[in-house]
């Protein structure tokens, strides 16, 4: 049932290729020029009418939220907030009848994201739920959604329910983007070309595998890493470092990389693992500044850069290169080498990488 894998987590890693191609699948036109999703189809009105979007979710969902922020402000320029299912629950949020309040869930199940998601209800906003979870309570108790379609994950650590969470979150910015006209025509048509090409750029940097597990076998023995990004790549910095310390239970920490000066860069010494995402974006520049201050601090950096950039090689100690795409769909490329990397750390710490100690797949008591 591993499919010849020797966990289900490298199994899921390896299938986002073709849950990328199912998570599409019926959403993007033959001539792949157009892309709708029915859930916004279907309640155009409420789309065009909002006044802000709420999301909330858990864990890793919420880090794919942290992207939906990021993809619906800039091309829907509709206000979006992030919260958490387990604060937004308890404190008395305001909620008006024109909000939208989308939820993330892979399980459908999990129950801080469910009584979110009643809360929301009572106050009369519309809500959308993106689950992979056919069926589940939050399916169920949604207005309307869009399922994910990656198939059952199995491993703990949330892999490919996250790329389809992403991948879904930039249909949905494209679908409204377009509806409301916010969006550039050539913007429009240059993302989804991109996003049909996801599946074959994953399958390049799936070829990585053993490079990152030649890196792992470097830091498998330390105590602790950063990992910073900007811009689109916060939210995976943030995700790289869960993972990590899920599955391997050493101390990682996500952070926007220009945060470090306001306290965290105190910690970087020549001990410091540092995974830095540099790649070919509108913050690129930002973040080698933010790498030269690691540097000069003696930190280790891994950097994950675009290929064919040999600039960040001559500053940082270990560089993986991804292939280049529209910045915002690099999340949906950047997050797998992360995901292997601490894969490979955690095997080669003997851990349990699919039940890792502690943690069980539906988070369903609060
Ligand atoms: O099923 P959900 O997406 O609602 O689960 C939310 C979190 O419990 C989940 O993403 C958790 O953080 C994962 N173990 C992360 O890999």
């Given at each position: 049932e591993k499919g010849g894998f020797p966990h289900f987590m490298l199994k899921e890693i390896y299938e986002q290729p073709r849950t990328i191609i199912d998570c599409i699948r019926?959403?993007?036109?033959?001539?792949?020029?157009?892309?709708?999703?029915?859930?916004?189809?279907?309640?155009?009105?409420?789309?065009?009418?909002?006044?802000?979007?709420?999301?909330?979710?858990?864990?890793?969902?919420?880090?794919?939220?942290?992207?939906?922020?990021?993809?619906?402000?800039?091309?829907?320029?509709?206000?979006?907030?992030?919260?958490?299912?387990?604060?937004?629950?308890?404190?008395?949020?305001?909620?008006?009848?024109?909000?939208?309040?989308?939820t993330l869930s892979q399980s459908g199940e999990t129950a801080d994201t469910l009584a979110a998601v009643e809360l929301a209800r009572n106050s009369g906003a519309f809500i959308y739920g993106i689950c992979n979870v056919i069926g589940s309570s939050i399916a169920r108790a949604t207005d309307s959604g869009s399922y994910i379609h990656v198939g059952p994950e199995i491993g703990v650590a949330s892999t490919k329910a996250f790329t389809g969470q992403v991948t879904v979150l930039i249909m949905l910015a494209l679908s409204v983007a377009k509806l409301k006209k916010s969006i550039s025509p050539e913007l429009y048509t240059t993302m989804l070309h991109d996003l049909q090409q996801i599946p074959q750029l994953m399958e390049r940097v799936l070829k990585l595998d053993t490079e990152i597990c030649d890196?792992?076998?470097?830091?498998?023995?330390?105590?602790?890493?950063?990992?910073?990004?900007?811009?689109?790549?916060?939210?995976?910095?943030?995700?790289?470092?869960?993972?990590?310390?899920?599955?391997?239970?050493?101390?990682?920490?996500?952070y926007p990389a220009?945060?470090?000066?306001?306290?965290?860069?105190?910690?970087?010494?020549?001990?410091?693992?540092?995974?830095?995402?540099?790649?070919?974006?509108?913050?690129?520049?930002?973040?080698?500044?933010?790498?030269?201050?690691?540097?000069?601090?003696?930190?280790?950096?891994?950097?994950?850069?675009?290929?064919g950039n040999e600039d960040v090689r001559k500053m940082v100690?270990?560089?993986?290169?991804?292939?280049?795409?529209?910045?915002?769909?690099i999340p949906l490329v950047v997050s797998l080498p992360l995901q292997m990397l601490a894969y490979h750390i955690a095997v080669n710490k003997n851990r349990d990488v699919d039940r890792p100690r502690n943690l069980a797949k539906s988070v369903t008591v609060e």
């Open positions: 019926g959403r993007i036109n033959p001539e792949g020029t157009d892309v709708i999703l029915s859930g916004v189809r279907d309640h155009q009105d409420k789309f065009l009418k909002a006044g802000r979007i709420i999301i909330v979710a858990c864990g890793t969902s919420w880090h794919a939220g942290l992207i939906g922020e990021h993809l619906i402000e800039e091309l829907c320029r509709i206000p979006v907030e992030v919260e958490y299912a387990s604060e937004f629950r308890y404190r008395n949020p305001v909620i008006r009848p024109n909000d939208i309040v989308i890196l792992a076998k470097i830091f498998t023995y330390a105590h602790n890493f950063i990992y910073l990004g900007r811009g689109y790549n916060y939210p995976v910095a943030l995700e790289g470092a869960l993972k990590l310390k899920e599955i391997s239970y050493i101390h990682a920490e996500g220009a945060e470090m000066k306001h306290g965290p860069i105190a910690l970087i010494d020549s001990e410091m693992p540092v995974v830095a995402i540099a790649t070919a974006d509108s913050v690129y520049e930002k973040t080698i500044s933010n790498i030269q201050e690691i540097k000069a601090r003696r930190g280790k950096v891994i950097a994950i850069v675009t290929e100690d270990y560089v993986i290169e991804i292939p280049r795409v529209d910045e915002r769909l």
